[in-house]
């Protein structure tokens, strides 16, 4: 099974002291199950780029504790350089990597913002897909007067007002911008002259705000220490338009100013197939795909051979993630992957057997990732433990609810199914049949395990009156 994982990249605003911007990302690193990928610092800009991964369930708390230490470190107050900024920690934006939805970071993006308020006291502004007003969408928009504007304008100005916390900016950490968002490129080409202003005149030919590309955000940037002036982008669908028609024109436009460009950097990391769709545009290789890439090749086969092998041993391991609820989850997968397959050789409509394929495969991490949360809520301080541990546990009792109903309406399809298709694929839908009712028995010990452990309530009683009205139902075979 893919790894659900989230890219997040936080910005900081400290690009000149590299012991500042190291403990920084060691702070994000101690978090167990954070990896960080790259760290980039710019003394122009003065500001830092540290691009991590984590599972869902991770992701928060390792921005958390970056977060805490760029308070600790860093003092707008201080802060000089050539990039807009309204807070120590400017921006975090969370990017599903694998096995995750651009929904579920909007959810992450709430919840480090509601957290960076309680447990920090920086107020926060939610953006792109995150977003609660349609103005901050874009993130220029709400750092518009950096700062230095929105310490003065905060508690007196509607329109500045935070989307979590107080109207009460941080006296020295200011506010963070939080979001969910797909993947982009930042993407910075330098030019051969200190003349700030001709990187600006480049910067709104191409930037969509100004009638540019649809998928650029692009400024002109003085690189002082180095005697060039830069334009600076961000490339938000390098698909649609992808970073050698971005280069090209930037070339272009900078030839007509009688400049040549020095040069170009990517900051944070670039996709691989950024790097292919460039080579087939320079190379121009005949007939180019992405399995001509050796490594392209490599996973794949090394996924088609380990993916059910990874889960099992997974599985056996005395770990309790992922547990029966994952198994569950995976017996539904099966279940559903059956019927598409029978569905389609019977010239019959596969599609909805394959969104609950999609659904029930999502079902499998997200169970783990359940289980992983109750066993965090349970490791802190005793005397603060209780929330957390009857949130984790709601947590915990929703996974396997709605494995339990998509598995039942699963059943019925596949009742349908057998009805539809010739007889000679009966034994695949019998063996589908199985494991559905597998995991929906399966499912639904796990969520009464779960209620043992809840206390009365609102919640309780709603899950128990969703399994008593699908026993209600009766049997389905």
Request: charged residues 25%; hydrophobic residues 45%; glycine residues 6%.
């Amino acid at each position: 099974m893919a790894r659900r994982l989230i890219e997040c990249v936080p910005n900081f605003s400290e690009g000149r002291d590299e012991e500042k911007v190291r403990a920084i990302s060691q702070a994000i690193a101690s978090v167990p199950g954070a990896v960080v990928l790259d760290l980039e610092m710019d003394s122009d800009h003065h500001r830092s780029v540290i691009t991590f991964v984590a599972p869902p369930d991770v992701a928060v708390e390792a921005a958390l504790a970056g977060a805490a230490k760029a308070v600790e470190l860093i003092d707008l107050r201080q802060h000089r350089g050539a990039h807009p900024r309204i807070g120590a920690l400017d921006v975090l934006p969370f990017v599903p990597l694998s096995g995750v939805t651009l929904e579920e970071c909007v959810r992450l993006a709430e919840s480090a913002a509601a957290e960076l308020w309680r447990r920090l006291r920086i107020p926060c502004y939610l953006y792109e897909a995150a977003a609660r007003r349609p103005e901050r969408v874009q993130l220029e928009n709400i750092r518009r007067g950096q700062f230095e504007a929105l310490r003065e304008e905060i508690g007196t100005n509607p329109d500045r007002a935070p989307d979590t916390g107080e109207p009460v900016i941080h006296p020295t950490a200011g506010a963070t911008v939080v979001g969910a968002r797909k993947f982009l490129i930042a993407y910075n080409i330098n030019l051969r002259t200190p003349d700030v202003e001709i990187a600006r005149r480049i910067a709104k030919a191409i930037r969509f705000s100004s009638g540019g590309y649809r998928h650029v955000k692009a400024m002109g940037v003085d690189l002082a220490s180095r005697g060039l002036a830069q334009v600076s982008m961000n490339l938000t669908d390098f698909e649609s338009t992808p970073a050698h028609r971005v280069f090209e024109t930037v070339k272009r436009e900078a030839e007509r100013h009688g400049v040549q460009v020095a040069g170009s950097e990517i900051v944070g990391l670039i996709p691989r197939k950024a790097l292919e769709m460039t080579a087939e545009f320079y190379l121009q290789i005949e007939n180019f795909n992405s399995s001509l890439v050796l490594e392209n090749r490599l996973e794949q086969a090394m996924e088609e051979r380990g993916g059910l092998k990874e889960f099992l041993d997974a599985l056996a391991a005395p770990a309790g993630a992922p547990g029966g609820g994952s198994a569950a989850a995976a017996s539904a997968a099966m279940a559903a992957a059956l019927g598409a397959m029978v569905a389609r050789l019977a010239k019959l409509e596969a599609a909805e057997f394959e969104q609950m394929r999609a659904f029930f495969t999502e079902a499998v991490e997200r169970d783990a990732a359940a289980f992983r949360e109750v066993m965090a809520a349970y490791r802190r301080p005793k005397e603060e433990r209780q929330p957390y541990v009857e949130s984790a546990l709601q947590g915990a009792t929703r996974v396997p609810l709605e494995v339990f109903v998509k598995a039942r309406e699963l059943e019925a399809r596949l009742n349908e199914l057998r009805a539809a298709a010739p007889a000679k694929f009966s034994s695949d839908v019998a063996t589908a049949q199985a494991l559905a009712k597998a995991a929906r028995e399966g499912a639904r010990a796990n969520v009464e395990i779960n209620l043992e452990s809840l206390p009365e309530g609102e919640f309780r009683a709603k899950v128990q009156a969703a399994l008593a009205e699908a026993a209600d139902s009766g049997p389905l075979s």
